[in-house]
């Protein structure tokens, strides 16, 4: 027995060990993902353009990326929320009115989602498609 684990021990470089956590690392990004995902499901309405523009009128639009790119254009009617400020900005946001979030994809939109949520927000959509994707109005600062 002993002799078989050693030998096995000897088998494995130092490639191979590099293999595995390379594995479980990527393993852990993936798990995580889809951990980020359902738990979007779960508290979020994922909308499409259309579905988005149709209610944007009675809501709340977060943008939450970066000044630059508010600035560059926005969905009209936006007003930003960077993700790196939200902690600091949260209190601006209203329970009482649907809360429309967007980035540049979809991924901060969940991550903020998840946290408004947990602080009793219960009317939150996401932009599903985000802002890469966007066919409707959009604002350019000078």
């Given at each position: 027995m002993k002799g078989e684990s050693q030998m096995f021990l000897q088998a494995i470089?130092?490639?191979?060990?590099?293999?595995?956590?390379l594995i479980v690392?990527?393993?852990?990004i993936l798990g995580n993902q889809l951990y980020l995902w359902y738990q979007g499901r779960r508290v979020a309405h994922f909308l499409e353009n259309q579905e988005f523009r149709h209610?944007?009128?009675?809501?709340?639009?977060?943008?939450l990326r970066d000044?630059?790119?508010?600035?560059?254009g926005h969905i009209?009617?936006?007003?930003n929320v960077p993700y790196a400020q939200f902690k600091i900005m949260k209190e601006?946001?209203?329970?009482?009115?649907?809360?429309?979030l967007y980035d540049q994809g979809k991924s901060l939109s969940t991550r903020i989602a998840v946290r408004l949520h947990k602080d009793g927000y219960t009317d939150i959509y996401i932009l599903k498609n985000g802002f890469d994707k966007w066919d409707g109005r959009v604002k350019k600062r000078s």
């Open positions: 470089s130092i490639w191979g060990i590099i293999d595995i956590i690392v990527m393993l852990y209610g944007m009128h009675v809501a709340q639009i977060i943008d000044k630059d790119n508010f600035d560059a009209m009617g936006a007003r601006s946001i209203r329970k009482d009115m649907p809360v429309y």
